[in-house]
C-alpha cells in the first residue's frame, strides 16, 4: 500500500464529502500521527512533522492506494500553546466532519506508550463511541519504552476499552505490516 495526499482542508467550508470509506487518525497533539503517516507510507516527509505540538492544523485526506478507501490525519487536541479561539475552531471542523458522516468506519486513536490512561485521551474516546464511531486504538512511540512498561499500559487500556491497543514505533518501523491489514481490514468490504 501507498498513500497519496488528496486534500488539504482549514475551513469548514471546505469540507466535501469524498465517498468511500475513512479513517480517522486522532489523538493528542504530538502523539506522533503524521510520523504514522510517514511511517505507513514509507517516505520521510508526506506529512510534516515537528517536535514542537500543534503543527498540524488541518484535516489531511490520504487516499490509500490501491485500494481507494482514506485515511484522514486529524489536528490533536490539548495543544496548550494555542488561542481558545482557534482551538474552538478545530472543534467544529471536526465535528462538521463527522457529522452525517456515514463513509467513516473507525478512528485509529493515538495513544503515547509512555503514559498512563489521560483524561483528554477518554474524552476523546468517549466523544468517539458517542458518535458510534468503532475504535482501533494504537499506542505509539514504542521504541521509547520496555515491552514490560509498555504491556502494563496496554493492559490499563484494554481494561477500559476492551480492546488491546497495537503497539507501534514510527521510527523502527515496528508493526507497520500489521498496521496496514488492521486498516485494510477495517475500510475494506
Ligand atoms: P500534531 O500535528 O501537533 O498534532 O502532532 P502529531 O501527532 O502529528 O505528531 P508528529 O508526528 O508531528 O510527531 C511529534 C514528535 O514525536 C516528533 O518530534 C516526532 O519525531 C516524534 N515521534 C513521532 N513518532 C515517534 C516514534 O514512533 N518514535 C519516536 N522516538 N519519536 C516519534
Ligand atoms: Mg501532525
Known sequence: N???LIQTVYEIDQLEQLPAPQIILAGRSNVGKSSLINCLAERKSLAKISATPGKTR???????VPHGYYIVDLPGYGYAKCSKTERAKWGKLIDSY???NAYVVAAAVLLDSRLSPQKNDIDMLSYFIQCSIPILPIMTKSDKTKQGDRAKIQNQWQDILKVKPMCVSSKTGMNRTNLWNLLDRTALP
Do not use: A, D, M
Open 2 to 4: 501507498t498513500l497519496k
Open 58 to 64: 488541518s484535516l489531511n485526506y490520504y487516499e490509500v
Open 98 to 100: 463527522l457529522e452525517g
